[in-house]
């Protein structure tokens, strides 16, 4: 009973870390590397062979970084747009509310001058 939950959970682990993948790719680059080749060994000097792994870890975060411009950039875009669409909307609404004022006060002068001739001078 025991063995087959730590059989289960060792097949669980294989399958979500990949693990059968990750040995393949690295049984293929095995097969890749020359013999010949030479490896990288450091030289002494820190400064230097900290560069490579510093190097790696700069381009990783300025791509990083360059998606979160890009990122920013959409997102800036979409607000633009946004802006601009609101900004005619509340043009077009100005202009009727305009209208609408000069109609009312067409209306009041109307209503004012009808009142006025109405009147007797003694109610004046």
Known sequence: ????????????????????GCLNELDNRIDQTRPDQRTWRPSGDARLD????NISIKIKQKAKLEKMLQEA???KNKVT???????ISLTKLTGKLQEQMQHVEESYQDCTTEIVEHLSPEEI
């Not at 087959?4 to 059968?20: L, P």
């Not at 900290?50 to 792994?53: E, F, R, V």
């Not at 747009?81 to 900004?87: A, F, S």
């Open 81 to 87: 747009v946004k802006v601009k669409n609101e900004t």
């Open 1 to 20: 009973m025991l063995r087959n939950a730590i059989d289960n959970e060792f097949d669980t682990m294989f399958e979500e870390e990949n693990v059968i």
């Open 50 to 53: 900290i560069k490579a792994t």
């Open 73 to 75: 950039k959409q997102a």
